[in-house]
């Protein structure tokens, strides 16, 4: 369990050391080491394969790692279930395919974690649902379907539903990769305004754009292995990698 | 040049009549004589149902034998055996009511704002305990009347929504267990499952009725109708545990990723996000299941019980009314169409119900 006092004590929100993962004989991740501090912004990306979503889906254990170790928020993560579950609420996580309820309205959406998982009395939580919706800029949603949503909007839902539970770190698991093209800015503008706001964020994203605005470091990953990481400003003007420049090229190449 | 497209017409009712049954000669023909074969068959239907028929039981069974049309007053005379049975003449009153209570406690349950875990309970405890005291007695000034005596209506319902009841929880925690993380849990209930699914009904009716009392101690072994009961939940449970099964494997693995991402244990996800969803999914199938189970009801009179259907069989196999065995099947048929048909129809209730967040 995350007792208060750990979750305020300092130290990194995310250490992960020497993280292997294997799916079967395919070896996903080779001995990751990586750092994140609190409030810090951090932009994984990489082709396809790379092992970057298998890392952020390890760190709140929708992935099962199985070898190395990864503390989050002080807080080692292992087979213990309240750990587990204490990490989960303090992690809160944006999928590609939004993932939202479809059976439940846009607010039921917002509002099921915390009454659910931290106990939070109906009202106040619709309050804080209805506040966030606010933030993602679609408070008038609040009684939709999310099937009766576009895919920008239900990506913002998706975003303000994991804010309900007022986590300390966010995880991004390409959030824009499922969007038409004039849907991702407007998830993007409701991730800047985030990171402004101080989050601890970690995304796996292609959006170089998001990358040079936002992140206080951006990381290439290839083959299981973290290969590059750096600022973003020395990251696209002057990689050292040979790898890291070809995938540059050819993202940002058209 | 500016183009104007207009719609053509609509074609009037009767110029639509046209263009399907008569557009050829060949079509106009065969159009007649089906209609002509139509016409004569509800015709005679109608004559022989209503027009010819006899109602009342004034002349007795051989003034409704010389009549040529249906002779309804062997229903008159005895729908008491079609809907109670054995159950004892002048105590019918309470397997009447009881049958009520069961309707309504179905109708209740089917009823969303009844849909809470307090009402529902409440609900079927209510009903269940004055279903009981109703039928069996012994308390409150009631005569006893032990299970062997009950029968018909009262019986077919009571075998039916005691067998859901059971059974349906029963194969919800069936699916959840096939689907376990845990290789020897999933194998055995997938034994289970399948090895149920592979006995024919009577057989496990058969085994419950009779082979289980060999077996049990006298204390564990119940009355005769509860053993056969459990034996048909089980049935209904192997079947219906599938259903619900494949209705999970329709819900997206995201889903419980979402839900787990929130930190909600597994309770919370099987209980709000995977089974609602699963069982949106299972509906059509699910329905399916609850109306083959209530005509398999009828198959309870292989271990000595009147369901309705062998109440039936006795109501006219007692010599006078012999002849009139068209006209008790035929008021059999019509109360299992009205049960299965609003089952139905519920169903279809349900499905637009939960349609309302797929647009």
């Known amino acids: 369990m995350i007792s208060s006092n750990s979750t305020k004590a300092g130290g990194p929100a995310v250490r992960i050391e020497n993280l292997d993962k294997y ?26 394969g790379s092992g970057k979503s298998t890392m952020i889906r390890c760190i709140n254990r929708l992935e099962q ?106 995880l991004f698991d390409e959030p824009t990769s499922a969007l038409d093209p004039e849907m991702i800015s407007e998830v993007l503008d409701v991730m800047v305004t985030l990171a402004s706001d101080g989050m601890t964020m970690i995304c796996v994203t292609h959006e170089m754009g998001f990358a040079r605005r936002v992140a206080d470091r951006v990381i290439f990953m290839d083959g299981g292995e973290i290969v590059e990481q750096a600022p973003p400003e020395e990251f696209f003007t002057a990689s050292q990698n040979e790898r890291t420049r070809q995938f540059l090229s050819q993202v940002l190449g058209h | ?108 349950s089917c009823i969303p704002a009844f849909w809470t875990g307090r009402r529902i309970a409440l609900v079927w405890g209510a009903g269940a305990a004055s279903y009981y005291v109703l039928m069996k007695g012994g308390v409150l000034g009631l005569s006893y009347v032990g299970e062997e005596a009950w029968g018909g209506l009262a019986l077919t319902l009571f075998i039916f929504v005691t067998t859901c009841l059971i059974g349906f929880p029963l194969a919800v925690c069936l699916a959840l267990l096939r689907r376990s993380e845990l290789p020897w849990i999933s194998r055995t209930t997938g034994l289970i499952i399948d090895g149920v699914r592979s006995l024919p009904l009577i057989s496990i009716l058969f085994t419950f009725a009779i082979v289980l009392p060999f077996a049990l101690p006298q204390w564990l072994a119940g009355d005769k109708l509860y053993r056969v009961i459990l034996g ?87 010599g006078e009314w012999r002849f009139a065995y068209v006209e008790v099947y035929a008021f059999i048929a019509f109360i299992y169409f009205v049960f299965v048909f609003s089952l139905s129809r519920y169903g279809a209730f349900l499905e637009r119900r939960m349609a309302v967040g797929e647009r």
């Open chain 1, 23 to 48: 799916y079967g004989t395919f070896h996903a991740l080779r001995k990751v080491n990586l750092s994140v501090e609190r409030g810090e912004r951090i932009v994984i990306c990489g082709p396809s």
């Open chain 2, 232 to 318: 048909s939940a089980l049935f209904f449970s192997a079947y219906q545990a599938e259903i619900v099964r494949g209705g999970m494997q329709g819900v997206p693995a995201g889903q419980e990723e979402a839900a787990m991402a929130l930190g909600m244990s597994y309770w919370q996800r099987i209980g709000r996000i995977l089974l609602p969803q699963a069982m949106r999914n299972a509906l059509p199938a699910t329905i399916n299941q609850f109306v083959i189970s209530f005509k398999e009801t009828s198959l309870v009179v292989i271990v000595g019980f009147f369901e309705i259907l062998a109440s039936g069989n006795a109501a006219y196999g007692t």
């Open chain 2, 1 to 108: 040049m500016e183009m104007v497209i207009v719609a053509p017409p609509a074609p009037g009712r009767l110029e639509d009549l046209k263009r399907r049954f008569f557009a050829t000669p060949l079509q106009a023909l065969l159009s007649l004589i089906s209609l002509a074969i139509m016409v004569s068959t509800v015709w005679k239907l109608l004559n022989w149902a209503v027009f010819s028929a006899v109602f009342t039981t004034s002349g007795g069974p051989e003034a409704c034998q010389a009549a040529a049309g249906a002779c309804w007053s062997v229903i008159a005379a005895r729908w008491r055996i079609i809907l109670f049975g054995l159950y004892p003449f002048e105590e019918q009153w309470r397997s009447a009511l009881a049958c009520l209570t069961v309707v309504v406690m179905t109708v209740l």
């Open chain 1, 65 to 170: 790692h199985n070898g190395g170790r990864i503390t989050v928020l002080g807080t080692e993560l292992n087979d213990d279930i309240g750990n587990i579950d204490g990490i989960r609420r303090e992690v809160g996580m944006v999928f590609q395919h939004f993932n939202l309820f479809p059976h439940m309205t846009v607010l039921e959406n917002c509002m099921i974690a915390p009454t659910l998982v931290r106990n939070q009395p109906r009202a106040e939580a619709e309050a804080t649902a209805r506040r966030y919706l606010e933030k993602v800029r679609i408070p008038e949603q609040a009684m939709k379907f999310p099937g009766q949503l576009s895919g920008g909007q239900q990506q913002r839902v998706a975003i303000a539903r994991a804010l309900c539970m007022q986590p300390q770190i966010m």
